[in-house]
């Protein structure tokens, strides 16, 4: 099966606005899917990516914001921009769920979408927590 290319972006940035949205509102991912859900249009694969990370995030999300903390070393979550903290923590939930899809991937996605919705430096601060994340969560694939 091959995919449109941006794909599987498109379906990392509406959990990316998912995550955001929940960060300032408190609400829950799952919950805010549910009510977006039906308006958002995806392909059955994109689909599946939103809904296996946001099940991640609701589940785990403690652990999520672990992994995170640990890896954002001297800056405690609290303190990041809502944009990286989202950005992060949808990749965080990536790398723990989605064994298959390739650590590199992951990061240089979350990168990107850090690019797009953060700040001048969003990008080479989530790339610096994401790789030390991921070696130490998939030190296999690197």
């Known amino acids: 099966m091959t995919r449109a290319p941006g794909a599987r972006r498109r379906a990392r940035e509406v959990v990316f606005r998912l995550a955001y949205q929940c960060d300032l509102t408190g609400d829950s ?4 899917w549910r009510a977006l859900s039906g308006e958002e249009r995806l392909s059955e694969d994109q689909r599946g990516l939103v809904e296996d990370v946001v099940g991640v995030l609701a589940r ?8 995170l903390a640990q ?11 809502a944009t990286d903290r989202s950005v992060l923590r949808v990749a965080v939930a990536e790398l ?33 927590v994401l790789d030390r994340l991921a070696r130490r969560l998939r030190p296999d694939e690197f």
């Open 96 to 128: 723990l769920g989605q064994p298959g899809t390739p650590a590199r991937v992951v990061v240089d996605e979350a990168i990107e979408i850090a690019r797009r919705y953060g700040s001048e430096d969003s990008g080479r601060f989530v790339n610096g």
């Open 71 to 81: 890896a954002a070393e001297h800056w405690p979550l609290e303190r990041l921009a």
């Open 60 to 67: 785990r999300g403690g652990e999520v914001d672990r992994e």
């Open 29 to 32: 991912c799952a919950e805010a």
